[in-house]
């Protein structure tokens, strides 16, 4: 059972560096072939003022916070665990160099199947190194 006191519990912020290398690492990895997202030239010359994130990117950078300490106190069992849902709210553009700020907080947990399965919604509000607005992102964790 997972307690429902910890909805709205703000999850310890942290920064990840958005590394050109990582990005066309990445867009290789998801079968992106778009030369924006792997040649430096082919951003600038499309507009872009370096390497753009390839679109879900900011997922796996939300892997990268280092402080995991709030899923024992909420009741998670690593074991017991599965990614359940992803979902991205983007506003502004995101590139190579940026250093991005993630700040996220339990949003809803609620249960199915008479506390079989549990769910936990976590919301995450991302900027850049200037304070902009770039994405919100919504996970969701079930254990069972």
Not at 55 to 82: C, Y
Not at 90 to 97: C, I, K, L, P
Not at 133 to 142: E, F, P, Q, T
């Amino acid at each position: 059972m997972i307690d429902t006191k910890h909805i709205g519990r703000r999850l310890p912020s942290f920064k990840a560096s958005t590394d050109a290398w990582r990005l066309r690492f990445f867009a290789k990895a998801i079968g992106e072939t778009n030369p924006i997202y792997l040649d430096e030239a082919a951003a600038r010359d499309a507009g872009h003022p370096s390497l753009p994130l390839p679109p879900t990117f900011l997922f796996s950078l939300e892997f990268e916070q280092p402080d995991t300490r709030w899923r024992d106190d909420v009741g998670l069992n690593m074991a017991r665990i599965l990614h359940g849902e992803q979902s991205f709210s983007y506003h502004r553009m995101a590139y190579a160099g940026d250093v991005l700020q993630f700040d996220s907080c339990i949003a809803d947990i609620y249960d199915k199947k008479g506390g079989a399965l549990w769910f936990i919604v976590r919301e995450t509000r991302v900027t850049n190194q200037r304070g902009d607005h770039v994405a919100d992102l919504r996970s969701v964790i079930v254990q069972r």
